[in-house]
T-cell receptor, first 110, second 112 residues
Framework: SQQGEEDPQALSIQEGENATMNCSYK?????LQWYRQNSGRGLVHLILIRSNEREKHSGRLRVTLDTSKKSSSLLITASRAADTASYFCAPYQAGTALIFGKGTTLSVSS | DAGVIQSPRHEVTEMGQEVTLRCKPISGHNSLFWYRQTMMRGLELLIY????????DSGMPEDRFSAKMPNASFSTLKIQPSEPRDSAVYFCASISGHLRQFFGPGTRLTVL
Protein backbone atom coordinates (compact mmCIF):
# COMPACT_ATOMS: atom_id res chain seq x y z
CA SER A 1 0.00 0.00 0.00
CA GLN A 2 1.13 3.55 -0.56
CA GLN A 3 -0.06 6.87 0.68
CA GLY A 4 -0.88 9.85 -1.45
CA GLU A 5 0.26 13.27 -0.31
CA GLU A 6 -2.11 16.14 -0.89
CA ASP A 7 -1.09 19.71 -1.44
CA PRO A 8 -1.92 22.30 -0.25
CA GLN A 9 -2.89 21.29 3.27
CA ALA A 10 -5.48 24.07 3.39
CA LEU A 11 -7.21 26.18 0.77
CA SER A 12 -9.60 29.09 1.24
CA ILE A 13 -11.55 30.52 -1.67
CA GLN A 14 -14.68 32.48 -2.46
CA GLU A 15 -17.82 30.97 -3.89
CA GLY A 16 -17.65 30.80 -7.65
CA GLU A 17 -13.89 30.42 -7.78
CA ASN A 18 -12.14 27.26 -8.86
CA ALA A 19 -10.27 25.06 -6.39
CA THR A 20 -7.29 22.94 -7.38
CA MET A 21 -5.77 20.27 -5.19
CA ASN A 22 -2.74 18.17 -6.01
CA CYS A 23 -1.67 14.69 -5.09
CA SER A 24 1.68 12.96 -5.39
CA TYR A 25 2.53 9.30 -4.92
CA LYS A 26 5.59 7.11 -5.16
CA UNK A 27 5.07 3.86 -7.07
CA UNK A 28 3.02 2.49 -9.94
CA UNK A 29 -0.72 2.30 -9.53
CA UNK A 30 -3.79 0.66 -11.05
CA UNK A 31 -5.98 3.65 -10.34
CA LEU A 32 -6.18 6.75 -8.21
CA GLN A 33 -9.25 7.75 -6.28
CA TRP A 34 -10.39 11.01 -4.73
CA TYR A 35 -12.60 11.14 -1.67
CA ARG A 36 -14.34 13.89 0.25
CA GLN A 37 -15.02 14.07 3.97
CA ASN A 38 -17.46 16.46 5.52
CA SER A 39 -16.82 17.26 9.16
CA GLY A 40 -17.69 14.36 11.42
CA ARG A 41 -18.63 12.00 8.59
CA GLY A 42 -17.11 9.09 6.72
CA LEU A 43 -15.27 9.56 3.46
CA VAL A 44 -17.31 9.62 0.29
CA HIS A 45 -15.90 8.48 -3.04
CA LEU A 46 -15.83 11.25 -5.66
CA ILE A 47 -14.06 9.93 -8.71
CA LEU A 48 -11.71 7.18 -9.87
CA ILE A 49 -9.18 7.56 -12.67
CA ARG A 50 -7.44 4.51 -14.09
CA SER A 51 -3.73 4.42 -14.78
CA ASN A 52 -4.29 4.47 -18.54
CA GLU A 53 -6.48 7.57 -18.37
CA ARG A 54 -5.17 11.13 -18.37
CA GLU A 55 -8.27 13.12 -17.58
CA LYS A 56 -11.73 12.46 -16.27
CA HIS A 57 -14.75 14.65 -15.63
CA SER A 58 -17.71 14.28 -13.32
CA GLY A 59 -20.03 17.25 -13.04
CA ARG A 60 -17.97 20.14 -11.68
CA LEU A 61 -15.02 17.86 -10.96
CA ARG A 62 -12.06 17.38 -13.25
CA VAL A 63 -9.29 14.97 -12.39
CA THR A 64 -5.99 14.62 -14.20
CA LEU A 65 -3.38 11.92 -13.84
CA ASP A 66 0.25 12.07 -14.92
CA THR A 67 1.79 8.66 -14.29
CA SER A 68 5.21 9.84 -15.47
CA LYS A 69 5.27 12.44 -12.72
CA LYS A 70 3.29 10.28 -10.32
CA SER A 71 0.86 13.07 -9.68
CA SER A 72 -2.81 13.88 -9.93
CA SER A 73 -4.91 16.98 -9.56
CA LEU A 74 -8.52 17.58 -8.63
CA LEU A 75 -10.21 20.69 -9.93
CA ILE A 76 -13.56 21.83 -8.57
CA THR A 77 -15.04 24.48 -10.80
CA ALA A 78 -17.48 27.19 -9.69
CA SER A 79 -17.14 26.19 -6.06
CA ARG A 80 -20.01 26.43 -3.61
CA ALA A 81 -20.16 26.74 0.16
CA ALA A 82 -21.32 23.11 0.22
CA ASP A 83 -17.95 22.06 -1.23
CA THR A 84 -16.34 22.94 2.09
CA ALA A 85 -14.76 19.67 3.23
CA SER A 86 -11.51 17.75 3.36
CA TYR A 87 -10.36 16.06 0.17
CA PHE A 88 -8.17 12.98 0.05
CA CYS A 89 -6.44 11.17 -2.77
CA ALA A 90 -5.77 7.44 -2.61
CA PRO A 91 -3.42 5.77 -5.08
CA TYR A 92 -4.43 2.15 -5.52
CA GLN A 93 -2.29 -0.89 -6.29
CA ALA A 94 -4.03 -4.20 -6.87
CA GLY A 95 -4.03 -6.43 -3.85
CA THR A 96 -3.38 -3.67 -1.37
CA ALA A 97 -5.42 -1.36 0.81
CA LEU A 98 -6.18 2.30 0.31
CA ILE A 99 -3.99 4.51 2.46
CA PHE A 100 -5.00 8.11 3.01
CA GLY A 101 -2.85 11.14 3.66
CA LYS A 102 -3.71 14.21 5.70
CA GLY A 103 -5.87 15.63 2.93
CA THR A 104 -6.56 19.14 1.73
CA THR A 105 -9.02 21.14 3.80
CA LEU A 106 -11.08 23.35 1.51
CA SER A 107 -13.05 26.29 2.85
CA VAL A 108 -15.45 28.04 0.50
CA SER A 109 -16.91 31.26 1.80
CA SER A 110 -20.00 32.94 0.44
CA ASP B 1 -28.78 -0.76 0.18
CA ALA B 2 -28.21 0.62 3.68
CA GLY B 3 -24.51 1.13 3.13
CA VAL B 4 -21.86 0.22 5.65
CA ILE B 5 -23.37 0.08 9.10
CA GLN B 6 -21.39 0.78 12.25
CA SER B 7 -22.40 0.57 15.86
CA PRO B 8 -22.39 2.19 18.24
CA ARG B 9 -22.15 5.67 16.75
CA HIS B 10 -20.79 7.08 19.98
CA GLU B 11 -19.08 5.34 22.85
CA VAL B 12 -17.85 6.87 26.07
CA THR B 13 -16.00 4.60 28.42
CA GLU B 14 -13.50 4.68 31.21
CA MET B 15 -9.87 3.76 30.96
CA GLY B 16 -9.34 0.04 31.41
CA GLN B 17 -12.73 -0.99 30.07
CA GLU B 18 -13.21 -3.25 27.08
CA VAL B 19 -14.64 -1.63 23.98
CA THR B 20 -16.17 -3.47 21.03
CA LEU B 21 -16.95 -1.71 17.78
CA ARG B 22 -19.08 -3.39 15.16
CA CYS B 23 -19.36 -3.19 11.42
CA LYS B 24 -21.65 -4.64 8.81
CA PRO B 25 -20.21 -4.23 5.30
CA ILE B 26 -22.24 -3.82 2.15
CA SER B 27 -23.62 -7.13 0.97
CA GLY B 28 -21.44 -8.66 -1.72
CA HIS B 29 -18.33 -6.69 -0.84
CA ASN B 30 -15.40 -8.98 -0.25
CA SER B 31 -12.95 -6.65 1.48
CA LEU B 32 -13.35 -4.82 4.77
CA PHE B 33 -11.14 -2.18 6.31
CA TRP B 34 -10.86 -0.59 9.75
CA TYR B 35 -9.44 2.94 9.98
CA ARG B 36 -8.84 5.28 12.89
CA GLN B 37 -8.91 9.06 12.53
CA THR B 38 -7.47 11.65 14.89
CA MET B 39 -6.45 15.24 14.39
CA MET B 40 -2.85 14.44 15.14
CA ARG B 41 -2.37 11.32 13.05
CA GLY B 42 -4.99 11.69 10.35
CA LEU B 43 -6.70 8.62 8.91
CA GLU B 44 -4.76 5.44 9.71
CA LEU B 45 -5.42 1.99 8.32
CA LEU B 46 -5.57 -0.49 11.20
CA ILE B 47 -6.37 -3.78 9.49
CA TYR B 48 -8.10 -5.17 6.44
CA UNK B 49 -9.75 -8.43 5.48
CA UNK B 50 -10.23 -10.14 2.12
CA UNK B 51 -12.95 -12.79 2.05
CA UNK B 52 -13.04 -12.73 5.87
CA UNK B 53 -9.30 -13.41 6.17
CA UNK B 54 -7.05 -10.80 7.81
CA UNK B 55 -4.51 -9.70 5.21
CA UNK B 56 -2.56 -6.90 6.84
CA ASP B 57 -2.79 -5.96 10.51
CA SER B 58 0.46 -4.02 10.63
CA GLY B 59 -1.48 -0.87 11.45
CA MET B 60 -2.92 -2.26 14.66
CA PRO B 61 -1.30 -0.12 17.36
CA GLU B 62 -0.58 -2.82 19.90
CA ASP B 63 -1.81 -6.05 21.39
CA ARG B 64 -4.68 -4.28 23.09
CA PHE B 65 -6.34 -4.09 19.68
CA SER B 66 -7.87 -7.12 17.98
CA ALA B 67 -10.21 -7.54 15.02
CA LYS B 68 -12.29 -10.41 13.78
CA MET B 69 -14.46 -11.14 10.81
CA PRO B 70 -16.39 -14.35 11.58
CA ASN B 71 -18.46 -14.10 8.41
CA ALA B 72 -18.91 -11.95 5.32
CA SER B 73 -21.49 -9.71 6.95
CA PHE B 74 -19.94 -8.84 10.29
CA SER B 75 -16.69 -7.60 11.80
CA THR B 76 -15.61 -6.40 15.22
CA LEU B 77 -12.76 -4.28 16.48
CA LYS B 78 -12.01 -4.77 20.13
CA ILE B 79 -9.84 -2.71 22.45
CA GLN B 80 -8.97 -4.28 25.78
CA PRO B 81 -8.04 -2.51 27.97
CA SER B 82 -8.87 0.88 26.54
CA GLU B 83 -6.72 3.96 27.18
CA PRO B 84 -7.41 7.70 26.75
CA ARG B 85 -5.06 7.81 23.73
CA ASP B 86 -7.42 5.41 21.94
CA SER B 87 -9.97 8.21 21.71
CA ALA B 88 -10.68 8.72 18.01
CA VAL B 89 -13.24 8.15 15.31
CA TYR B 90 -13.10 4.59 14.02
CA PHE B 91 -14.31 3.98 10.49
CA CYS B 92 -15.17 0.75 8.78
CA ALA B 93 -15.16 0.57 4.98
CA SER B 94 -15.89 -2.11 2.42
CA ILE B 95 -15.04 -2.57 -1.23
CA SER B 96 -15.71 -4.96 -4.05
CA GLY B 97 -12.88 -5.61 -6.47
CA HIS B 98 -10.76 -2.60 -7.37
CA LEU B 99 -13.63 -0.18 -7.29
CA ARG B 100 -14.56 2.52 -4.91
CA GLN B 101 -14.50 2.17 -1.17
CA PHE B 102 -17.63 2.79 0.88
CA PHE B 103 -17.22 4.15 4.38
CA GLY B 104 -19.50 3.78 7.35
CA PRO B 105 -20.52 6.78 9.46
CA GLY B 106 -17.88 6.02 12.06
CA THR B 107 -17.86 5.37 15.80
CA ARG B 108 -16.67 8.25 17.94
CA LEU B 109 -14.86 6.72 20.89
CA THR B 110 -14.01 8.69 23.99
CA VAL B 111 -11.96 7.01 26.70
CA LEU B 112 -11.92 8.95 29.95
Amino acid sequence: SQQGEEDPQALSIQEGENATMNCSYKTSINNLQWYRQNSGRGLVHLILIRSNEREKHSGRLRVTLDTSKKSSSLLITASRAADTASYFCAPYQAGTALIFGKGTTLSVSS
Amino acid sequence: DAGVIQSPRHEVTEMGQEVTLRCKPISGHNSLFWYRQTMMRGLELLIYFNNNVPIDDSGMPEDRFSAKMPNASFSTLKIQPSEPRDSAVYFCASISGHLRQFFGPGTRLTVL
